[in-house]
Each structure stands twice: as C-alpha cells, then as structure tokens.
C-alpha cells in the first residue's frame, strides 16, 4: 500500500506563498505522474496540478497558471506545489496522489486511497 504524505500548508495572506510537498516513504515518485489535488469546503474536489513521470511536462488548471508550480526534487524523492500569489479563493485541504492525463486533464488514477491532506488558508 502507498501512502502519500502531504505538507506545507498553513495560513497565509493574501498576495503570500507556501510550498507544499509531497513524498512517498519506500517509493520512488519519479516512477509516477504527480497530481496536486484540493477540495474546499461545501465544493467538489479539483485537480490543481501534475507532473507526469515520463518527460516531467507540467499542467495546471486555468485558475492557478502563472502562480502555481508543480516540480520534483528527485534526490529527495518529493513533489512540491509552489503556490505564489495566494487568494483567498485557493483556501482549501490540498492532497497529492498519483494521476493521469485523461481528456487533457489530470485526474487521480482509480486505486489508492486519498490521505489526510494539508490545509491552506488564505485570509487576512
């Protein structure tokens, strides 16, 4: 069983940044396409971000272009999301897990279960 463990999160102003990351003790994530999910309260969960495994291209849903980063460090063995210009509108529980390009979107593969997340707040 996989289990991603995601960290990072915090509250932060409008306009600030945090760097979520996202690791997998016992496997190496270089071998997967990454996705950065997140869900907010009351609203369905959206994918954000991924990466794939095989060329490291990038994708990012339309709201976070230009602000969000999706990158590996593989000699960490991490996945980061970094997330600049945060508005409040990004206040959610963000998780990371394996995906896949479906229909020129990332979306979680089907087996595995989502972990417990890490919070972000943007508020003043």
């Known amino acids: 069983q996989v289990h991603l463990v995601e960290s990072g999160g915090g509250l932060v102003q409008p306009g600030g940044s945090l760097r979520l990351s996202c690791t997998a003790p016992?496997?190496?994530?270089?071998?997967?396409?990454i996705g950065w999910f997140r869900q907010a309260p009351g609203k369905e969960r959206e994918a954000v971000s991924c990466?794939?495994?095989?060329?490291?291209?990038?994708h990012y849903v339309d709201s976070v272009k230009g602000r969000f980063t999706i990158s590996r460090d593989n000699a960490k063995n991490t996945v980061y999301l970094q997330m600049n210009s945060l508005k409040p509108e990004d206040t959610a529980v963000y998780y990371c897990h394996e995906a896949a390009r479906v229909r020129d979107m990332c979306v979680k593969v089907d087996f595995g279960d989502w972990g417990q997340g890490t919070e972000v707040t943007v508020s003043s």
């Open positions: 016992g496997f190496t994530l270089d071998d997967w396409t």
């Open positions: 990466i794939e495994s095989s060329n490291s291209r990038t």
